[in-house]
């Protein structure tokens, strides 16, 4: 589990984070990509759509899959998280459609507070 501060400096280091663990499973280049853009998404919601001071960034490795989660401190969306068609142009909005397309499946669980934990799991190729 890593902590990140919830500041517009979250995804880019959960990029980092993921890309360093997942370069060292020798997990595949295109499972690699695919969870980078998915993290980005879920770390890049949590910072601007909720008021946490801090993220929960966990990465799990299993033989054929690859989990990705991210927790905040919330609020939690008063709606809930329904994704978007990715292919219609806007500026904002597209990322759960973006996860929903890159995962096998995904999934948001409440946390304790008013804090929420979205997942996803990316199938994989390769060694666990």
């Known amino acids: 589990m890593h902590e990140l501060d919830g500041s517009d400096a979250a995804p880019s280091q959960a990029r980092r984070l993921v890309r360093k663990s997942l370069t060292a499973w020798k997990a595949p280049a295109e499972c ?9 998404e879920l770390t890049t919601n949590a910072v601007r759509h909720t008021t946490s001071k801090r993220i929960s960034l966990q990465l799990i490795g299993r033989p054929g899959e690859i989990e990705v989660a991210v927790r905040d401190s919330g609020p939690r969306p008063q709606i809930p998280l329904v994704p978007s068609d990715p292919a219609r142009w806007s500026p904002n909005g597209r990322g759960l459609g973006i996860v929903q397309t890159l995962a096998a499946r995904w999934g948001a669980e409440p946390e304790p507070g008013s804090g929420l934990r979205v997942w996803a799991v990316l199938k994989r190729e390769g060694p666990a």
């Not at 690699?32 to 980005?40: A, E, F, P, Q, Y």
């Open 32 to 40: 690699i990509d695919d969870t980078l853009v998915i993290v980005s």
